[in-house]
């Protein structure tokens, strides 16, 4: 089976820096996926980290360690904007299926 | 390009009526996937499929069927609607190979 394991809710002060945690036990693991969602919107996709270490695009970076079965998503600079549900996933099957996270509500605060 | 659309984007249903959900992608994408969203849960996959003709189990099929009779087209079927199935459905797309899926902008169904 698969299950991706996220901290339900985080609040962070605008301009600080975030990580987003993602633990997951999964019987084939192709890589690890991030997506952001805004309430009442639909999903967008962030990144994706097929090797472990870390992936850096803009203000976001993903980290993914397969020998720990943890990944995590690094939000620097933080802005208002960013206030968001953020979803980890994990492509399976030759991305065929995918399975998402439980989610983390972002808070952005002045 | 228009991207993923949905239709319709809101709908309310009485227990026990039919309904059809329509997908449509213009990015020549080969799979497609259905996914419900409940409060506080992430996505949950539906059904999905790898090409035109092709349909499978995801995690939560139980009173839904699908059919993908065009490449391009992915319907999503409730035969007889239950309040379980109230929920934001959302369809999605990915070019095969990729990683990245393509979201619709989702259909919120409540079911009385």
């Known amino acids: 089976g698969q299950s991706l394991e996220q901290p339900s809710e985080v609040t962070a002060v605008e301009g600080a820096i975030v990580q987003i945690n993602c633990t997951y036990q999964?019987?084939?693991?192709?890589?690890l996926s991030w997506y952001q969602q805004h309430d009442g919107g639909a999903p967008t996709f962030l990144s994706y980290?097929?090797?472990?270490g870390l992936e850096e695009t803009g203000r976001f970076s993903s980290f993914l360690s397969r020998s720990d079965s943890y990944g995590y998503l690094l939000l620097q600079e933080l802005q208002m904007k960013d206030s968001a549900s953020y979803f980890c996933?994990?492509?399976?099957?030759?991305?065929?299926?995918?399975?998402f996270g439980t989610g983390t509500k972002l808070q952005v605060i002045p | 390009n228009a991207g993923v659309t949905q239709t319709p984007k809101f709908r309310v249903l009485k227990t026990g009526q039919s309904m059809t959900l329509l997908c449509a992608q213009d990015?020549?994408?080969?799979?497609m996937y259905w996914y419900r969203q409940d409060p506080g849960m992430g996505l949950r996959l539906i059904h999905y499929?790898?090409?035109?003709?092709?349909?499978a189990k995801g995690e939560v099929p139980d009173g839904y069927n699908v059919s993908r009779l065009k490449k391009q087209n992915f319907l999503l079927g409730l035969e007889s609607a239950a309040p379980s199935q109230t929920s934001v459905y959302f369809c999605a797309s990915t070019k095969s190979g990729s990683n990245e899926q393509f979201f619709g902008p989702g259909t919120r169904l409540t079911v009385l």
């Open positions: 980290n097929a090797l472990d």
């Open positions: 990015m020549n994408h080969e799979y």
């Open positions: 999964t019987s084939g693991f192709y890589g």
């Open positions: 499929s790898v090409g035109e003709g092709t349909t």
């Open positions: 996933a994990n492509p399976s099957g030759g991305y065929q299926k995918v399975t």
